[in-house]
């Protein structure tokens, strides 16, 4: 089966750093994705990773350690616009499994 | 220059009916997804279709039927509606299948309210 967990909510302060955590159980792994949904619209992309470490992005970062089945998503110097709800998504061997979600409150 | 475009948008409907939602795509993509996104926002996956062959088959009621007449189309029907239905349904396109890591691009959603 598939099982994937994220805090549910967060919250910063504009120009902070944040890290959101994501760790899975799965058959099978064939990469991990991070997408940002803001409410009321569809999911978005933000990054993919597939092999151990940190991909960067501009302002936002990626991190997977396979062995231990763990990813998080560094947001470094937030803006407001950030507030939005983070999906870490994994692929198993033949389906594409998101968590609930962690919905990220960012205030002035 | 929509890349992923649903329709329709909003769908409010009676329990008991028969009701189709579109979804089409024109990024030339092979993959096609339909997604269920409740209440309490959990985003999950119902159904995928690689060049208009079914490839993944979630547990979902066999109330809801996919229809891909070619690659660039994938529709959901549902039969006899439910108020459980209620949702957000997200189409989504892929370039290959997915498992290499292609991203997803998703429609903007339809909301489904069935009274």
């Known amino acids: 089966g598939q099982n994937i967990d994220q805090p549910t909510e967060m919250t910063a302060t504009e120009g902070a750093i944040v890290q959101i955590n994501c760790t899975y159980q799965t058959s099978g792994f064939n990469g991990l994705f991070w997408y940002q949904q803001h409410a009321g619209e569809a999911p978005t992309f933000l990054s993919y990773?597939?092999?151990?470490g940190l991909e960067e992005k501009g302002r936002f970062s990626s991190f997977l350690r396979r062995s231990k089945g763990y990813s998080y998503l560094l947001l470094k110097e937030l803006q407001m616009k950030d507030s939005a709800s983070y999906l870490c998504?994994?692929?198993?061997?033949?389906?594409?499994?998101f968590g609930k979600g962690t919905m990220l409150l960012v205030s002035p | 220059d929509t890349a992923v475009s649903q329709t329709p948008k909003y769908l409010v409907t009676q329990m008991g009916n028969d009701k189709s939602i579109k979804c089409e795509q024109n990024?030339?993509?092979?993959?096609m997804y339909w997604y269920k996104q409740d209440s309490k926002k959990f985003l999950k996956i119902m159904f995928s279709?690689?060049?208009?062959?079914?490839?993944i088959n979630e547990t979902v009621p066999n109330r809801f039927s996919p229809k891909s007449p070619d690659k660039a189309h994938l529709n959901l029907h549902i039969n006899s509606l439910e108020l459980g239905d209620s949702a957000v349904y997200f189409c989504?396109?892929?370039?290959?299948?997915?498992?290499?890591?292609?991203?997803?691009?998703f429609g903007p959603g339809t909301r489904l309210t069935v009274l």
């Open positions: 990773n597939v092999l151990d």
């Open positions: 989504a396109s892929s370039l290959t299948n997915g498992r290499g890591g292609d991203t997803q691009y």
């Open positions: 998504a994994v692929i198993g061997y033949s389906t594409l499994t």
């Open positions: 279709y690689n060049n208009k062959e079914l490839i």
């Open positions: 990024l030339g993509h092979d993959t």
